[in-house]
């Protein structure tokens, strides 16, 4: 049977052991907040107008809209609206989707 100084030799050893890894969690914790990644940066205005002006000169301008109307819906519409009412936007093909076979009428001789 254990002596009472068996049992409370046994005792400070998981005490300490706790200690060190109470100690080794903030040391990991202090290192993860500095480590933090930047927030991300809000859209800049500049970028809308650039893209709006790049949208105004492009063939896929069909209804000729202006600078001014482009940038205009950009700000206004929401990315939900934009898919729904199909303004300029496609949707990227998912990963899993299979891809279409080719048409080989048109692609060999």
Known sequence: M???EQIQQALDDLNARYLNTLQAL???LDMLEQHQA???EPVNEDELAEAARLMAIS???KEDLSEAEIYKRLVETSDAEASAVGFWAVPLPAADEPKTTPNK???TK
Request: glycine share 0%; hydrophobic share 25%.
């Open 2 to 4: 254990a002596t009472q």
């Open 26 to 28: 903030a040391d990991a």
């Open 38 to 40: 930047p927030p991300p």
């Open 59 to 61: 063939d896929l301008n």
């Open 105 to 107: 009428r048109y692609t």
